[in-house]
């Protein structure tokens, strides 16, 4: 995933590089925030502090599965 060159609005849950294994990168234009998955992480944020430079200019490929943009809210995690 080339940041600069992803379309406005992004989801990727990723699966390379490994430190960021089901994690979820939502991009907007050249801005990214890269989230734990939904599994208990632990460590997440320890391997992001390893892994991402200081400047927080990450260069490196990031791949990864891309749902489609929500267009309305699902709950899909709302129970009952």
Known sequence: MTIASAPDKRILIVNDPQWLEASIIVNFGRHAVILPGFEQDNGFYERL???????????????GKSPDWPIAPLHLLDTE
Not at 49 to 63: L, R, V, Y
């Open 49 to 63: 502090s390893a892994n991402i430079p200081p400047d927080n200019k990450f260069e490196g490929d990031i791949a």
